[in-house]
């Protein structure tokens, strides 16, 4: 009897642990949330080429990805000759996973990855500007680029639209903008 009851126990303890391990890892997954930010979907790698080669990168360009996950957009940037690229991702997992992605493909000198919300991106100096992100953000994000982004700087979103900017450019659910005016 004390034998089963001691596996029973154990048992227990182990699906507990389990619970916690597999919230921790969800949550993980959607810690962006929790920041104003969006889950972790990754580009396929149809539509990741689509919107680099929408991008018409340049040489002098400097891109920006705002929720760059696991560093695709920044990698394939500088295979496409940007000059440099940046990314901003809140989870810590993924800043990790595309920083060895970036040393792996012998690009850590061009590619800079910071753990922190998009949010509280400089964006200044960008000239090209990546985005996969929610719908109910597109707003404030285009206030932010109105804001900050030099002008005859690009944004390209894949799948969702800004509310009022009208794109340059669309092939199915890749828009592409030019920013125009600095608001102040």
Not at 21 to 38: D, I, N, R, T, V
Not at 52 to 71: C, Q, Y
Request: charged letters at 20%.
């Amino acid at each position: 009897m004390g034998s089963v009851i001691a596996i029973l126990l154990f048992g227990s303890i182990v699906v507990i642990l389990l619970c916690f391990a597999s919230m921790f890892w969800f949550g993980g997954l959607l810690l962006p949330l929790f920041f104003k930010g969006g889950p972790f979907v990754p580009s396929s790698n149809k539509r990741t080429q689509t919107m680099i080669r929408l991008a018409n990168i340049k040489p002098t360009d400097r891109v920006v990805d705002l929720g760059s996950g696991e560093g695709k957009f920044l990698v394939e940037a500088i295979r496409a000759g940007a000059q440099s690229a940046e990314g901003y991702e809140i989870h810590p997992g993924l800043v990790v996973y595309s920083r060895l992605r970036a040393k792996l493909n012998k690009m850590q000198n061009k590619i800079k990855i910071h753990q922190r919300s998009f949010w509280k991106a400089d964006v200044s100096n960008a000239t090209i500007v990546f985005l996969y992100q929610l719908p109910d953000h597109m707003q404030k994000l285009q206030d932010k680029l109105e804001k900050e982004l030099p002008i005859g700087a690009r944004v390209i979103s894949n799948t969702f639209s800004f509310p009022t900017w009208l794109p340059i450019k669309q092939e199915e659910k890749t828009y592409v903008y030019e920013q125009t005016k600095k608001e102040r």
